[in-house]
């Protein structure tokens, strides 16, 4: 049940583009379809932004875009915003656990 | 509209116990498989424990395997957590979440391990 591979932190300035990446094994990220990404501002419940790699619940901005090759996900957030600046968690299905997290990013807007 | 409330948290000794509840609502409890997730200070997210919806199948975390014990109360629309042999790394927000790829989350209850 090793936890999932993010930078610690990532920044970038209002209107531009940053990714984060999710790294895995065969056996979670890079075995199923079943990525998620979650957005976390402390003191509040977490907020699902993207589920199965790529697609976005309804109600979160198209701004927000997910994509996944080999062992490794990604979350790309286009035009940034300073409402963007939080934490960022990956999750996926792994074959001996239902869920394991990535360690988190956090995000700074400049 | 869905709505997890987590109750239960609070200060308790190490080897002591606590018994966390999350009460849903706005969907068909009995239809949705749940998950504990925790999260310690300045730490990321853990999970914890699933249940499916009939409550049959269970899995725990390494990290807390014999000493907690998930449950579920389907005609009440409610979701437990029964924490044994607490220690201070259990320390933690416990969230209360929705469904195998979580969807939605509660808001969480504090819980701290110490003497």
């Known amino acids: 049940q090793s936890a999932l591979t993010q930078p610690a932190s990532v920044s970038g300035s209002p209107g531009q583009s940053i990714t984060i990446s999710c790294t895995g094994t065969s056996s979670d990220v890079g075995g199923y379809n079943y990525v998620s990404w979650y957005q976390h501002h402390p003191g509040k419940a977490p907020k699902l932004m993207i589920y199965?790699?790529?697609n976005r619940p309804s109600g979160v901005s198209n701004r927000f875009s997910g994509s996944k090759s080999g062992n490794t996900a990604s979350l790309t957030i286009s035009g940034l915003q300073a409402e963007d600046e939080a934490d960022y968690y990956c999750?996926?299905?792994?074959?001996?656990?239902?869920?394991?997290f990535g360690g988190g990013t956090k995000l700074t807007v400049l | 509209e869905v709505q997890l409330v987590e109750s239960g948290g609070g200060l308790v000794q190490p080897g002591g116990s606590l018994r966390l509840s999350c009460a849903a609502s706005g969907f068909t409890f009995s239809n949705y498989e749940m998950n504990w997730v925790r999260q310690a200070p300045g730490k990321g997210l853990e999970w914890v424990s699933y249940?499916?919806?009939?409550?049959?199948?269970?899995y725990y975390a390494d990290s807390v395997k014999g000493r907690f014990t998930i449950s579920r109360d389907n005609a009440k629309n409610s979701l437990y957590l029964q924490m044994n042999s607490l220690r201070a790394e259990d320390t933690a927000v416990y969230y209360c979440?929705?469904?195998?790829?979580?969807?939605?989350w509660g808001q969480g209850t504090l819980v701290t391990v110490s003497s």
């Open positions: 249940i499916s919806s009939s409550g049959s199948t269970i």
């Open positions: 979440a929705r469904d195998l790829g979580i969807d939605y």
């Open positions: 199965e790699v790529s």
């Open positions: 999750s996926s299905y792994t074959s001996s656990s239902p869920v394991v």
